[in-house]
Structures are given as C-alpha cells and as structure tokens.
C-alpha cells in the first residue's frame, strides 16, 4: 500500500488540500443465497475499454464520468487502459489485468461451482475523478439498473 508520502509533491499537495465528500454511509445488502447460487459482476475503476468502445476523455474537467461495458466473455488481454492517472504503476495491470478486473478467476469460481455464475457484463469507470458528483449522480444509477437487469446478486469493487 502506497503512502501519501509516496507520491509526487504535486499530489500530496493536492491530496492534503482537496475537499473530500462526506458520504453518510450505510451497509450494503446483505447476500442471502449461498455463493454457489450467486450470479456476481465485476466493476472496476482501471479505465477499461473494449477495442471498439471510445476511450475515456482525459480532457473533460474534473474526470470522466461515463462507463464503459464489459461483455463477460472478454479477452482480458484485449482490453485497453485509459486510466490517465500517473499517480500508480499501470505495469501490474498491464500486465495482467485480472489484477484490476479479475474476470478469469471470477469465471474460474463459476466453472468450479464455488459461485453460481458471473454477470452477462461488468463495468469499467475512470478512477481519479477528482468531481465526482456526476458519477454519483448519473454513472451509478446506470451501472445498478444494468446490474439489476443483469440478475447480479452481488458486485465486486475493484478500485485501482
């Protein structure tokens, strides 16, 4: 785990001078069915696209909110990063991304019967979105209404 004195003194002033959202948070639901019976999805914050998705937009202020799908039968090494932030080594993901969207091993889980099934689609956001009232406002009440049409009984966050 990185330490804030890790980074670049450009980020650690920023860090230590950003105005953080209070967030009253409250407890996810909880599962109610064994994992075996569970259909899980996937949404990550690496900035993965499909070849023939746009790329996240590094030039709208503030970050990009939108999301792109990501089909459950993708070629993981296909996949491209737009994370535009320089504030993490990308080599691990890069180099494997199921370190970021762990796809494989989800659908391991699920040829194994150790969990039911992995969702039709995961999904990909910007990670480093430094206005991020859009993605709450609008980002995450898509991707919920997708999961929920999708039958996802639970969701792994992978932030990077």
Known sequence: MARLSDLKLAYRLFMQAYPYRRVDWRPGARLVKPLPETRIALVTSAGF????QPPFDPAIRGGDWSFREIPNGADLPALRI????DAFDHSGIEADPNVALPLDRLRELARDGRVGAAAARHYSIMGSISAPGRLMAKTA???????????????LLTPV
């Open 141 to 155: 009440p898509a991707i919920a209404d997708r999961l929920l049409q999708d039958g996802a009984d639970a969701v």
């Open 82 to 85: 737009g994370q535009k932030s």
């Open 49 to 52: 696209y499909m070849p023939d």
